[in-house]
């Protein structure tokens, strides 16, 4: 069973900087990865899959690198509503789906 | 534009039954496998279930196997999860979710499920 553990848990920035996400996986997961948004009483949101691909809609702002075991989101320059909880998630051992554990973006 | 909208939760004792519904719209609902993922108050997302876009194919994570169901009917557009012998671990936000392998492209706003007593 693969783990992917997220880092740092709770990351605090203030809007205008960069948030850089890490997402490191007990084993290859190739480019598989996707990267999901969630604020509070919302259901997540895909920002990114295939690791580096942003999903429709998501602003330019939100970049997807790496494959194999590390992945990170990178924030270029954060807005006031992109303070949330962001979860990686693979699904090598198809069909189950396995998630981070997420890192809370606050402000600082 | 894709919509998915989770009913049926509640509270429920331990043992328990109930079942969940997610109607979907803005999509062929046939074409595309679906899943349930959960999310117990203040914790991280979990999958629980998958059916193919027959129905003819399901799947689910060894903590619901054998009390959980799921199924589909796609003349309604609707997605289903029966739930049973429900336990306090179960309590979770349940979503319905478009399920595209890998990413999970579209999600319902999710419906609360409690076990207690």
């Known amino acids: 069973e693969i783990v992917l553990t997220q880092s740092p848990a709770t990351l605090s920035l203030s809007p205008g900087e960069r948030a850089t996400l890490s997402c490191r996986a007990s084993q290859s997961v190739s480019s598989y990865l996707a990267w999901y948004q969630q604020k509070p009483g919302q259901a997540p949101r895909l920002l990114i899959s295939d690791a580096s691909n942003r999903a429709t809609g998501i602003p330019a702002r939100f970049s997807g690198s790496g494959s194999g075991t590390a992945f990170t989101l990178t924030i270029s320059s954060l807005e006031p509503e992109d303070f949330a909880v962001y979860y990686c998630q693979e699904r090598s051992d198809w069909p189950r789906a396995t998630f981070g554990g997420g890192t809370k973006v606050e402000i600082k | 534009e894709v919509h998915l909208l989770e009913s049926g939760g509640g509270l429920v004792q331990p043992g328990g039954s109930l079942r969940l519904s997610c109607a979907a719209s803005?999509?062929?609902?046939?074409?595309?496998?679906m899943s349930w993922v959960r999310q117990a108050p203040g914790k991280g997302l979990e999958w629980v279930s998958i059916?193919?876009?027959?129905?003819?194919?399901?799947y689910y994570a060894d903590s619901v196997k054998g009390r959980f169901t799921i199924s589909r009917d796609n003349s309604k557009n609707t997605l289903y999860l029966q739930m049973d012998s429900l336990r306090a671990d179960d309590t979770a936000v349940y979503y319905c979710?478009?399920?595209?392998?890998?990413?999970?492209?579209?999600w319902g706003q999710g419906t609360l499920v409690t076990v207690s007593s």
């Open positions: 979710a478009k399920d595209e392998v890998v990413p999970f492209d579209y």
């Open positions: 803005g999509f062929t609902f046939s074409s595309h496998a």
């Open positions: 059916i193919s876009g027959s129905g003819g194919s399901t």
